[in-house]
């Protein structure tokens, strides 16, 4: 398991960015991390921009949860 201070969905979302996927974090997962909500996020949904992704990334037991943009 990588080491992230972000836990597996850090790991995920470093991964996107370094394979240049566009995406959106769902609404309630960016709230807790601008500090706007005290409610944790079971998980963090990733929306991606670009209908071509069509690799699966897994963490550990953690598998990408994205939806089609």
Known sequence: M??????????????????????????????????ESTQIPARTSFTLKSKKFKRQITVGRHRLNTKAG
């Not at 370094?18 to 769902?26: A, K």
């Open 2 to 35: 990588p080491a992230h201070s972000g836990g597996p969905d850090g790991v995920l979302k470093e991964a996107l960015d370094l394979l240049g996927v566009s995406y959106e974090i769902d609404n309630l997962s960016c709230k807790y991390m601008a500090g």
